[in-house]
């Protein structure tokens, strides 16, 4: 007996009835599983909404089915689209210019909306053509008025949406923007917690932060009753690859970053008196100096400062301080692994799940306390330069274990089957190896063999000191001690999730279709 339907009368179903909490919860479970619709989608007319709608419907009397949405809510009930509409506007991700302007058009007609808003994503758009008014069409566009347009409409965008908590900007519109409105950023938006201004190169973000942070500290000083706006405080700062800003610009922001949990300055010119007068009641989860110029010529300084500011000693989930990789790095660098050791020692006081170390000279003890590290959180590591892939079995496994095994290959025992050769035998013209395919073939097998072998006698059986690193990048090593990872134990079972390598490793690496190992 078929069972009958039951029906319901307009916003009685039991849908409809549910309370507003959960009601919330299983639509935002049904935006998460919607890959076929756009998030900038919101940024439309409900007429496109509609449209999408027919599009939808016509895909799947043809027989091809399409995952749920919310567009397919709007059309629903009132409660329903209500409560839909909420959760679109919650977190808006644009990727054309064009409904930028599309959504401040939608903000302007439905005011009520802009306080839905609580996330704009726009850092994916990449082309910042927009299109124009019919009355325009007989003449083409300057770049002046490109610029002007996009900066009008985000600023009428950030006018309408006061509660707005995290904005991501693509460089091709940070780039655009004038002055005023970068002070707006980071003065009108008092609920901002998230700021992203990543490759922003333009003089007019140096000019509005100078002039907005000498101001605040004349104010500090002289009038604390003014009625000037302080910089709310954000907990993510993204300014990576700003190479514009001074130094002296980051040491005016950061006194004021007191909630700062993630900081991002990638090739900055930030210094280590600007992380010095991070507010002590900061607690930094996660900071990327990587590559910063300044802060290598003062290396020991920023060991001290990050052993010792409350902001970074107990909280670092993430620590990234890659170097240039460079040959003047082993040189000037040379004192690096006497600074390492005692901030290693501190690390293991903090919750550490990422360590990236690229470019530092390292010695075979900080691999010690690399191991303490992973005991604990540690999953993701890239390791410096001076040390071998002797050292990184040593990592996993304890040098009793590794007693009876073989000794690890050197490199030119991966570019000759006999061993004999040398790495450089056999090169054609710049510096590429070729090698019959026969004898290729019969050296990796060989290689094969010997690394089962080393494999098989580790004793107790392939099975590493430490689980916790899902991820080690040696790219740092030379290119002739990551070649010997083809017949290190570590490719064994059990032992690493993956291996990061230098570019040219795997042109001269073994087959990896063995099951056995």
């Known amino acids: 007996m078929a069972l009958e339907e039951e029906k319901y009368t307009p916003g009685n179903s039991g849908l409809e009835l549910l309370p507003v909490e959960l009601l919330q919860k299983i639509l935002f479970a049904a935006s998460l599983n919607a890959d076929c619709v756009p998030l900038d989608c919101v940024a439309r007319s409900l007429q496109d909404v509609e449209e999408e709608e027919k599009n939808q419907n016509s895909k799947k009397a043809g027989g091809r ?8 809510c709007l059309l629903t009930s009132r409660t329903i689209y209500t409560t839909a509409l909420r959760i679109m506007y919650r977190k808006v991700s644009i990727s054309l210019a064009p409904n930028l302007t599309s959504l401040r058009f939608q903000l302007e007609r439905f005011p009520t909306r802009g306080r839905f808003l609580r996330s704009l994503d726009l850092s994916s758009i990449d ?17 002046e008025e490109e610029a002007g347009g996009l900066a009008s409409d985000l600023e009428a965008c950030i006018d309408r949406t006061p509660l707005l908590q995290h904005l991501l900007i693509s460089p091709k519109i940070s780039n655009l923007l004038p002055t005023r409105l970068f002070e707006k950023l980071f003065t009108a ?18 000019s509005a932060l100078t002039h907005l942070l000498e101001d605040q500290t004349e104010t500090e000083t002289e009038t604390p009753s003014s009625n000037k706006k302080i ?6 700062l993204n300014l990576s690859h700003c190479t514009t800003l001074p130094s002296s610009i980051f040491e005016l922001l950061t006194p004021h970053l007191s909630d700062l949990q993630v900081l991002n300055v990638e090739e900055t010119q930030m210094s280590c008196a600007a992380l010095k007068k991070i507010p002590r009641c900061a607690r930094v989860t996660h900071l990327n100096l990587n590559r910063c110029a300044g802060l290598e010529e003062e290396e020991e300084e ?7 500011h409350p902001a970074f000693t107990h909280t670092l989930s993430s620590l990234e301080l890659a170097h240039h990789l460079s040959p003047s790095t082993t040189t000037s660098s040379s004192s690096s692994s006497s600074h390492l050791t005692p901030l290693l020692s501190t690390l293991t006081l903090s919750p550490l799940r990422i360590l990236d170390l690229s470019g530092h000279n ?19 590591v890239r390791l410096g330069r001076g040390l071998s892939m002797d050292d990184i079995e040593g990592l996993f496994w304890d040098a009793k274990d590794l007693e009876g095994v073989d000794k690890l290959p050197v490199s030119s025992d991966y570019f000759s089957p006999s061993g004999s050769g040398g790495a450089g035998e056999g090169e054609g013209e710049g510096g590429k190896q070729e090698e019959n395919p026969t004898l290729k073939t019969l050296r990796n097998a060989i290689l094969s063999c010997k690394l ?3 494999i098989r006698s580790l004793s107790p059986p392939p099975s590493p000191v430490i689980k916790g690193i899902k991820i080690l990048d040696l790219t740092s090593l030379e290119v002739a001690e990551q070649v010997r990872i083809q017949g290190s134990v570590i ?3 059990g032992s690493l999730k993956m291996v990061v390598l230098g570019g040219d490793v795997y042109d001269r690496g073994m087959n990896d279709d063995d099951d056995d190992l």
Request: glycine content about 4%; charged content about 20%; aromatic content about 2%.
């Open 491 to 493: 490719l064994g079972r």
């Open 362 to 380: 390292m010695e075979t003890s900080h691999l010690s306390q690399i191991k303490k590290l992973a005991d604990q959180e540690l999953q993701i």
């Open 127 to 143: 082309d910042v053509a927009l299109p124009l008014p019919l009355s325009h069409h007989h003449h083409h566009t300057t770049e």
């Open 65 to 72: 089915g399409e995952k749920a949405g919310l567009l397919p």
């Open 302 to 308: 920023l060991f001290k400062v990050l052993r010792t």
């Open 189 to 206: 938006l008092t609920y901002l917690k998230t700021l992203s201004l990543e490759n922003c190169i333009t003089p007019n973000l140096t």
């Open 452 to 454: 089962k072998r080393r």
């Open 231 to 236: 910089i709310p405080s954000i907990t993510l």
